[in-house]
């Protein structure tokens, strides 16, 4: 069969016009009283004596986990293609997946409060506890691989990494690094118009490099504290500046979905697929898609979206606005990102507060500001004060939201009891990359045994 007679094996139409990249955002719309939040947290699994990465196959593995959730737990299994191999599963609302170095994601399903995704991560990480037992493993909730190199990996068989494998390297110096040696919390919320969605993106990208930085999770490098708080951070310095970062055209005053959409438009594709099949094309943006085809292919919706899913801004845009700047944590502090966003985007007050504080920042101060994230986290300096100060500030507001959004658990307490950690951090001026610093200092064990035992979920 030819190649470009596959195209009409699909229903779908082809794009015609930019209006209807906007659909998608447009159809994803709800009222606020079905405003959820859902959850994202991905770690390492690595032997519990030894340190090394968990492989993708083989007798011990990533497979074998999934293998044991699917039995155990009434996971099913999610084939990239019939028959494909194991890469996710899915129960409810949720899913487990891959990341391209075997990093094992949970994302959860959307929940009305912050309550309900703690008790959903514990679940989680309690029907991991007796797998990982009898495997001999333990999982690390930090946001680079502290111990392994790149050779240490394995590479998990997702359609689309070989390509990102052979192409991000062309775009910045960490593209493997980002693919198969970070992780990260995540949190997505709802939207109900327009201009509600245009304007938390833009607050949420002036705020998300004082995010980073109250998170900042990675100070181990290879076995070593490398001299900085958040490898991770350093990472997204340096990979396809053209799909992350912060978005300049929105931070400076995006009003509607188009001003995301031409962003988006003028990166780099990776692929499309059809009839199961994934299909190489790092060769044009999605605009020059759109206009010209590729290989006898024209552009449809499903394109876009798989387009839309390929770009990594610190705060992305599809469905959901999906709030990506933080390194991975240890359990005491993994609801405390949807907690803070939480408090921030679903209270008017809080959003009002948040953007008058943040609305003076310019997308040429944070972007420079950034690599001294990197490096110090909160004890970076920021028009003259320490991002301490900025972050006690930040979550004075989001502690206001989450006591007027007053979701209580069965003790009576409200979200705010999710930011208490975070808060007694922030107070001293740390993150939890500082924390770790200070206890890795005091140990007395081999640095990689050390590291295991702090990093360990």
Not at 361 to 369: G, K, Q, S
Not at 390 to 406: K, Q, T
């Amino acid at each position: 069969m030819a190649e470009g007679s596959l195209a009409s094996d699909s229903n779908e139409q082809v794009l015609s016009s930019r209006d209807e990249l906007l659909t998608p955002f447009f159809e994803a719309m709800k009222p606020e009283e079905f405003h959820r939040i859902g959850a994202e947290a991905e770690k390492f699994g690595v032997d519990s004596t030894t340190g090394a990465a968990l492989p993708y196959d083989g007798a011990r593995s990533v497979v074998t986990v999934l293998e044991a959730l699917i039995e155990r737990h009434g996971w099913s299994p999610e084939p990239e293609v019939p028959g494909g191999p194991l890469l996710a599963l899915h129960r409810g609302g949720a899913s487990v997946t891959l990341e391209p170095g075997g990093q094992l994601e949970l994302s959860g399903a959307p929940l009305e409060n912050v309550h309900q995704i703690c008790l959903e991560m514990s679940g989680h990480l309690a029907e991991l506890r007796d797998i990982s037992a009898e495997l001999n493993l333990i999982w690390l909730g930090i946001g680079f691989h502290p111990l392994a190199r790149q050779e240490d990996l394995t590479w998990v068989p997702k359609g689309r990494y070989p390509i990102m494998r052979s192409y991000l390297p062309t775009r910045g110096q960490y593209g493997h690094d980002m693919m198969r040696r970070t992780c990260t919390v995540q949190a997505n919320f709802d939207y109900a118009s327009e201009e509600k969605a245009m304007r938390a993106l833009r607050v949420s990208l002036r705020l998300s490099p004082l995010v980073t930085a109250m998170f900042a999770n990675s100070p181990f490098y290879e076995g070593k504290a490398w001299g900085g708080r958040s490898y991770r951070a350093r990472v997204w310095l340096d990979v396809d500046p053209s799909r992350q970062g912060l978005i300049q055209r929105v931070l400076e005053g995006g009003r509607g979905f188009v001003d995301y959409v031409e962003w988006a438009l003028d990166a780099p594709m990776f692929l499309i697929k059809r009839d199961g099949h994934v299909i190489d094309n790092t060769s044009q943006t999605f605009r020059q898609f759109m206009a010209q085809g590729h290989r006898g292919y024209r552009a449809t919706r499903t394109d876009w979206e798989t387009h839309l899913n390929s770009m990594f801004p610190e705060v992305r845009l599809k469905r959901t606005i999906e709030v990506r700047g933080a390194d991975s944590l240890p359990t005491n502090l993994i609801c405390a990102l949807p907690a803070l966003w939480a408090g921030i985007l679903y209270d008017e007050r809080a959003l009002d507060a948040a953007d008058a504080f943040s609305e003076s920042f310019t997308y040429d101060e944070l972007m420079a500001l950034r690599p001294a994230i990197a490096e110090q986290a909160l004890t970076a300096t920021f028009r003259g004060e320490k991002l301490a100060v900025y972050a006690e500030r930040l979550l004075d507001i989001a502690s206001g939201g989450l006591e007027r959004r007053n979701r209580l658990n069965k003790n009576g307490k409200d979200e705010r009891v999710h930011l208490e950690r975070l808060s007694s951090l922030v107070s001293r001026g740390q993150s939890p990359a500082d924390a770790l610093l200070e206890q890795f200092g005091s140990g007395g064990l081999d640095p990689r045994r050390r590291i295991l035992e702090l990093a360990k979920i």
